[in-house]
């Protein structure tokens, strides 16, 4: 998808209530620096997209991955956007984050500046969003307004999916560089945040300084967190910043999946695991292995649950010495794994997968990049038991 000639990256996919399939992507700015994000829906008899929409008119940040644009589609199909702009500065001193918003099929406003601190140089980055039942759009995000060297996690709520609230703190430290990710229980009722913890700043290679991903939840709407849950005891203490958050979904039961990546404590536990709960997050089963992988490769995941509670997990997996797209589902009640399946199978390196369902079919994307060349391929499937 996207112009080839602009090198499109960063996919993003989300479902609105009425079960349109929305995609995001970014390309380079032709003749300029930084890059612009189009978003479009998805054909439900192909892979056609149609209403293509810009969505930025500055340029927006060209370091993607776990950091790229995201959105959220509340009821009428309007969207909101965020995302971290462009910034030509040496050692890329970060910007304010930038919001937008768009009725179905209406051009994107003037962009707005999303957290309220005031400053001209900004940590914030690494966000995550998502639509309650109810119709509100939360975002968070890692804020490093408070301590330059630590990041905290922030959040703001959006009743009208055009204005936020005041930006708050709803967790004193959080890895600087791994994506929250943001679900609801209980009709809306319940906030789900899960991120990865970070006892010390990223620099600091000490056995104090464990990544193991975290849980809060609210039971008031986003007002206020419990303290943190471990949603897995994985003791991973690493060099540097993983750039790899965790990823959760909420099937109609109201259990919570969870898939991601860890080094652990030791080679032989590096791997892609999954885990879930059926205590409203309170506590999680023990970890299961879905995939080994080689330690010193980060990875990133993702994982949906459609309406029949098949529970599906996407990770890059190296064979043959390339990364690609692999995908697996457990079905309802069970407890066992479908075989791996290649979603990618190409000579280009495939990173980022991205995952969405409908009533009917699964939607997988990710990036790939060949030398300075990048592009975004998007794939369907019918759901498992369709």
């Not at 890059?316 to 199978?345: C, F, K, M, N």
């Not at 369902?357 to 794939?379: C, F, I, M």
Request: charge should be negative; include cysteine; glycine fraction near 10%.
């Amino acid at each position: 998808m996207g112009d080839p000639q602009n090198n499109p990256a960063d996919a993003y996919l989300v479902t609105s209530d009425t079960g349109k399939v929305f995609v995001s992507w970014t390309e380079q700015v032709p003749d300029g620096q930084g890059r612009n994000v189009f978003i479009g829906t998805v054909a439900r008899e192909g892979q056609q997209l149609s209403e293509i929409r810009q969505m930025n008119q500055q340029p927006i940040s060209g370091h993607g991955g776990e950091n790229l644009a995201k959105f959220a589609v509340s009821p009428g199909d309007q969207v909101a956007a965020i995302w971290t702009p462009f910034s030509a500065e040496p050692g890329h001193p970060g910007l304010p984050l930038k919001l937008t918003h768009a009725e179905d099929g209406e051009p994107f406003s003037a962009e707005k500046v999303l957290n309220d601190d005031q400053k001209e140089v900004s940590r914030a980055n690494f966000s995550g969003m998502g639509t309650s039942p109810d119709g509100k759009i939360f975002a968070a995000w890692l804020d490093g307004r408070n301590d330059l060297d630590a990041k905290q996690l922030f959040m703001a709520i959006s009743e009208d999916g055009k204005t936020f609230s005041k930006n708050y703190s709803i967790a004193p430290a959080a890895c600087p560089c791994c994506r929250p990710s943001v679900n609801f229980l209980d009709g809306g009722q319940t906030v789900l945040v899960a991120y990865r913890e970070n006892a010390l700043p990223s620099g600091y290679i000490t056995p104090d300084n464990v990544r193991d991903h975290l849980m809060i939840r609210s039971n008031d709407g986003g007002r206020t967190f419990s303290d943190p849950v471990v949603i897995s005891d994985d003791g991973w203490v690493p060099i540097g910043c993983p750039h790899a958050g965790i990823s959760i979904d909420v099937d109609s039961r109201d259990t919570i999946h969870a898939v991601w990546w860890t080094g652990g404590r030791a080679a032989d536990e590096a791997g892609i695991y999954y885990t879930y709960s059926e205590d409203g997050g309170e506590s999680f089963i023990p970890r299961q292995l879905i995939s080994k992988t080689a330690e010193d490769t980060v990875l990133h995941t993702q994982v949906v649950a459609d309406q029949n509670d098949t529970v599906y997990a996407a990770w890059v997996g190296i064979r043959e010495e390339r990364p690609q797209i692999l995908l697996t589902h457990r079905l309802a009640g069970q407890q066992q794994w479908s075989p791996i399946d290649h979603a990618s199978d190409t000579s280009w390196n495939a990173i980022y997968p991205m995952l969405t369902v409908d009533n009917e079919k699964l939607y997988v994307a990710w990036t790939e990049r060949k030398g300075e060349a990048s592009q975004v391929n998007l794939r369907t499937t019918p759901l498992a038991g369709n």
